[in-house]
């Protein structure tokens, strides 16, 4: 169990004790590592921070993965179960590897197919995408939303994280969402919102793709679910 933090904001700095405090906040989810990465756009402030718990790739495997480049940047939260046969097929298309993390397989596939690289994944996780060719951000959770994912939006601020305390203590005062409190108490659970107004979910197999110039939603959308066939067999499917 790992956990991710992020801190989008227009036209302004942010501290690097503002993700301090929220990976604080879930360092119970990643004790063996605490990172962060602060990103300059022009007067906007890209801010990504998670909590690891080191299982694949121990020693190697830390995060944010960068690619060489520079353009793409990564933290994720969860394990892939069949990243060993993914990375043959991108090392058979020539995609070099520098780890032997799960997480670096995920990567490197959505850099080169974008988010229909999902439609290849099995496993539990959600993580936060970085791409300054376009500057976007997608986030993306798993077929069954086994690991949390959260985000709260305000006129100059995208806040997201794998805990609500996490957003809570980077955002302006929260107000409480009635109707959410409602659905709540008859159901003991809310859809793909919160308690908070504003404060959501990412859906279950699922991407939300914000724009980092003006934090708009460009893309929000369903992935398909696993195959369960090869990926040695479906190559034309995500060429």
Not at 13 to 21: G, P, R
Not at 93 to 104: A, G, L, Q
Not at 150 to 165: A, I
Not at 193 to 214: A, E, G, H, M, W
Request: proline share 2%; with cysteine; net charge negative.
């Amino acid at each position: 169990m790992c956990g991710i933090n992020g801190i989008i904001r227009l036209r302004n700095n942010i501290d690097i004790s503002e993700l301090n405090l929220m990976n604080e906040i879930i360092k119970y989810r990643g004790p063996d590592d605490q990172v962060f990465d602060i990103t300059k756009i022009k007067n906007n402030s890209v801010g990504i921070a998670m909590t690891r718990l080191a299982i694949v790739d121990v020693k190697e495997g830390k995060q944010p993965f960068v690619s060489s480049c520079k353009n793409y940047k990564i933290v994720f939260n969860g394990e892939i179960y069949n990243y060993l046969e993914l990375r043959k097929f991108l090392e058979n298309k020539n995609i070099s590897f520098e780890t032997k993390s799960d997480t670096e397989v995920l990567f490197k596939g959505l850099i080169e197919f974008g988010y229909e690289w999902l439609e290849e994944i099995k496993g539990m996780f959600s993580f936060s995408f970085l791409n300054f060719t376009d500057n976007t951000l997608m986030l993306g959770r798993d077929y069954f939303g086994e690991k949390p994912l959260y985000y709260h939006r305000t006129d100059n601020q995208l806040t997201f994280s794998s805990s609500v305390n996490s957003i809570k203590s980077a955002s302006d005062k929260l107000h409480v969402n009635s109707e959410a409190i409602l659905e709540y108490l008859n159901y003991s659970y809310t859809s793909e919102t919160t308690i908070y107004d504003d404060l959501f979910r990412v859906k279950p197999n699922s991407i939300i793709q914000f724009s980092l110039d003006d934090l708009s939603v460009e893309r929000e959308l369903e992935i398909k679910s696993p195959k369960i066939t090869s990926v040695k067999n479906d190559i034309n499917t995500i060429i």
